[in-house]
């Protein structure tokens, strides 16, 4: 079966009743945990964008954590879950200011980790790419708030 385009979707939807829509979603739902979480973030936390963040700032916490420090394979396959969760986390929001202040957490999180990742190219690497794509985004932003991350940026001295 092949999936058809967004446009075709919106046009059938628009064409559907109000319970019909609703059936689908509780339907879509099931399917997936990323659709349930999607829903989830839609309906009950994109109203309040601060308690979204912190709430997945306590799940980066939680995640770090449970790292297997005995060697750095496993604490490089780690951060790189944490890292596609976060990413993840970010796709629902779609808020640039929500998408720079998770990654400032994670770097910040990750640069005070023991071991410390500066004895690893692959985990500093990691560190450089996401303040780069940092700040990348801090660009399009408002002046103030451009300044606001630079000096968080600043702090994480690598």
Do not use: W
Not at 9 to 22: D, P, R, V, Y
Not at 46 to 54: D, F, P, Q, V
Not at 92 to 104: C, D, G, V
């Amino acid at each position: 079966m092949k999936a058809v385009t967004v446009k075709e979707l919106k046009t059938e939807l628009t064409n559907c009743s109000h319970q019909e829509i609703l059936e689908l979603c509780l339907r879509l739902s099931k399917f997936k945990k990323e659709n349930k979480e999607l829903l989830t973030y839609l309906l009950f936390e994109s109203s309040y964008e601060e308690g979204y963040i912190n709430s997945v700032k306590i799940e980066i916490d939680e995640q770090f954590e449970l790292i297997n420090t005995k060697t750095y394979y496993f604490i490089k396959k780690s951060v790189r879950k944490i890292l596609r969760s976060i990413k993840k986390y970010i796709r629902y929001s779609k808020n640039k200011e929500t998408e720079i202040e998770l990654l400032l957490y994670f770097c910040k999180k990750l640069v005070e980790f023991k071991p410390s990742i500066k004895n690893n190219n692959v985990l500093s690497n990691i560190c450089e790419r996401e303040i780069k794509a940092i700040q990348k985004k801090t660009a399009l932003l408002h002046e103030d708030l451009q300044y606001d991350y630079e000096l968080e940026i600043q702090k994480l001295n690598l």
